[in-house]
């Protein structure tokens, strides 16, 4: 569904991606966890072609998109959604109008249509009752799932998380956690999520992929992710408390 060739990218004389190699199945939700600065987002923004590679090729389907421009470019980035790390509402903009802005930009539907479309796009995301509400109203937790509801709007094929949980309490966060897992099984699109929170990752993937100074280290399923024998992945796994038995755990001296 989305391959990465050999790509490298630089930013000045800093390498942020290293030869990077990965497939992502159709119909999988693929994770990519790391620490800050990894390359996580470098690596989410090549897939819609926001960032091109210095070297190598990403393909979507069997298009190369890192080559893709003019028509063809906007073509291939209707088929993706993408929920952006801080919702990116605009705040002027009710939530129906926020949701609504990729109908009304890219399609020739009626009003009746946009209206029952959003409807239906709020409806899937938990949210009812919000349509005149402003963003400057909603929580944390809301402003994510508007933000949903707007990459989902045009019934994409592929939906990009950009952090999800971040800034979210423990609840909410898990909220969000189950409304992936939800768009995924009710939409059947293919997912790929960037996040630090390795408890979301374990939770709602099928793969997980760890990226450390601009190169992949692993890939594997969450069951062998936990058990992976890599010092970088145990630290990080260390980090997040996540034990080889899939439980969290704190002992006494480290809660002082």
Not at 106 to 134: C, F
Not at 155 to 184: C, F, K, W
Not at 187 to 196: A, E, G, I
């Amino acid at each position: 569904m989305i391959s990465f060739e050999h790509v490298t990218k630089y930013f000045g004389d800093k390498k942020v991606l290293d030869a990077v190699n990965f497939k992502v199945e159709r119909g999988e939700t693929f994770v990519i966890v790391g620490f800050s600065g990894a390359g996580k987002s470098v690596t989410l923004k090549h897939m819609i072609r926001l960032l091109t590679p210095d070297v190598g090729k990403i393909y979507v389907g069997n298009e190369v998109m890192s080559a893709a421009a003019g028509a063809d470019l906007v073509r291939l980035r209707e088929r993706f959604g993408l929920l952006f790390q801080g919702a990116a509402l605009l705040e002027w903009m009710s939530v129906f109008e926020n949701v609504a802005l990729p109908l009304r930009e890219k399609t020739d539907m009626s009003n009746a249509a946009i209206e029952k479309r959003v409807e239906e796009k709020l409806h899937q995301v938990n949210l009812v009752g919000v349509h005149d509400a402003m963003p400057s109203e909603l929580s944390g937790g809301m402003r994510k799932r508007v933000g949903l509801a707007r990459a989902i709007v045009m019934n994409p094929e592929i939906i990009l998380y950009d952090e999800p949980t971040s800034g979210l309490d423990p609840v909410t966060s898990r909220a969000i956690d189950q409304l992936i897992d939800r768009m995924h099984l009710e939409l059947k699109v293919t997912s790929v999520v960037v996040t630090h929170d390795l408890f979301s990752a374990l939770a709602i993937g099928t793969r997980i992929a760890m990226i450390y100074e601009g190169r992949i280290l692993e890939i594997s399923r969450p069951a062998e992710f936990v058990r992976s024998q890599n010092e970088v992945v145990k630290r990080f796994l260390d980090a997040q408390y996540i034990t080889k038995r899939g439980a969290w755990e704190r002992t006494d001296h480290e809660t002082q």
